[in-house]
């Protein structure tokens, strides 16, 4: 049975923090955010009057009504994943931080009114309602992929925040801390898929086989990319166990961090000031590094690797070392780039799926992947020669750093 929105939302507001005994009075379906892709839920806007005379722009996520669908994006997990996260994880977060000495030092996550994930016959009836920031002045960025310094700065300054909530609440609570993430699900798209498949190998030699083309007499026989075919052939062992390793700096990790899940404030000459990561439905409690190297092999051009990654790295540690109360335990500069060397591959093996997605051609389209024959050809054929060169630009930078010593860590 469809869900029957108007009549689910009486409910809502008469049962949840819409306003003292508040009643539905009105409501208005639209649709305001353009250029926004959804594979894993659909979303309805919508502007809701409650009889306190108050006015409530709003997004409520569905599940995908389609079973294979559904099933084969784990709708059930995710949306577990993002009910955690508004119900339990950033609350205790933002009580552990306390009050703010600044505005710089807050981070802004949308208002959760109400979610259910009951799964199963019920799933029709699963939702998740929060604020639609977009009516706040948030909105994606213009580019289709890549963002430029100015964009990546920002971002980068936020997951520090979102990253310095985590080291914060450890030190604070840190039995409390580790209950908390015991809900966290591991979603496939972390990177299961891609290693139990047996698809890593194949995703990488795609870029492996550009770079050697471009530039056989350099790569060719170059001991980090031996060490990546390593890598590949062992990368059940290796990457999935690391992605479970939960050493001291660990935290809780957004972990899909790219232009289709950030949303950006700008001041009157267009530049960003702020930025509200959205989709909290791949949360992972790891490195760090996990969230900066899958961002930044997701989001950067080959220049902009070879002329502001430095930069780029200062910029996270700085804000995270302002982002936390006094005696509070953060990994400095060296740390970072010793967690980078041994996680950035995994940023890496996301951008081998993400990036030729987000590359795509409009005929390329996700239900041919759940039905097609053979998912390789789908994955292989995704963005066409201009994602062959970004893979094989971002293998390059990644052979360049030595981030290939995994197997060694």
């Known amino acids: 049975m469809e869900l029957n929105i108007e009549k689910e939302l009486k409910t809502i507001v008469s049962e949840v923090d819409f306003g003292k005994n508040c009643k539905l009075v009105s409501l208005k379906l639209y ?16 502007d809701v009057t409650t009889s306190d005379g108050s006015h409530h722009n709003i997004i409520i996520k569905l599940k995908l009504q389609d079973f294979v669908l559904r099933k084969f994006f784990e709708s059930d997990l995710l949306f577990n ?18 009050p703010t000495v600044n505005d710089a030092n807050a981070l802004f996550v949308p208002r959760f009114f109400y979610g ?18 977009s009516t706040l002045g948030y909105c994606l960025s213009n580019e289709k992929v890549f963002l430029d310094f100015d964009h990546l700065k920002t971002t980068l300054r936020t997951i520090a925040k979102f990253h310095g909530l985590s080291y914060t609440a450890k030190h604070k609570d840190y039995g409390r801390f580790q209950d908390i993430i015991t809900g966290i699900k591991e979603s496939q798209y972390n990177g299961r898929f891609i290693v139990q498949t047996g698809l890593l190998k194949v995703f990488g030699q795609r870029g492996i086989n550009r770079l050697l083309e471009r530039d056989g007499d350099r790569y060719r026989d170059h001991a980090h990319i031996r060490r990546l075919y390593e890598f590949f052939d062992d990368a059940e062992n290796t990457l999935l166990q690391k992605l479970k390793s939960h050493g001291p700096l660990s935290v809780i990790c957004h972990f899909d961090c790219h ?12 530049r960003p000031f702020d930025v509200l990561p959205i989709d909290y439905f791949m949360l992972h409690y790891g490195s760090p590094a996990l969230d900066l190297s899958s961002f930044l092999y997701i989001s950067t051009t080959q220049r902009l690797r070879e002329t502001h990654w430095d930069d780029l790295l ?20 060296t740390e970072i780039d010793a967690e980078m060397a041994a996680t950035a591959v995994y940023g890496f093996t996301k951008a081998l799926i993400v990036v030729p997605y987000m590359l795509r051609s409009r005929s390329d389209e996700l239900d041919s992947l759940v039905t097609s024959d053979d ?33 060694k860590q």
């Open 31 to 46: 649709n305001c955010m353009t250029g926004e892709e959804e594979w894993c839920y659909q979303k309805i806007f919508c």
């Open 81 to 98: 994943n993002e009910l955690i996260f508004y119900e339990k994880i950033i609350p205790f977060l933002l009580e552990c931080r306390g």
């Open 116 to 133: 259910r994930n009951k799964c199963d016959e019920l799933m029709s009836h699963d939702l998740i309602v929060i604020e639609n920031v």
């Open 259 to 270: 232009r289709d899940t950030l949303m950006f404030q700008y001041d009157e000459n267009g």
């Open 314 to 333: 200062d910029t996270y540690c700085a804000a995270l070392a302002t982002s936390v109360p006094p005696g509070v335990r953060i990994p400095g500069r």
């Open 375 to 407: 998912p390789l050809d789908y994955f292989l054929a995704l963005g066409g020669d201009m994602a062959t060169e970004c893979l094989a630009d971002a293998m390059q930078h990644l052979v360049d750093m030595g981030y290939t010593d995994v197997l």
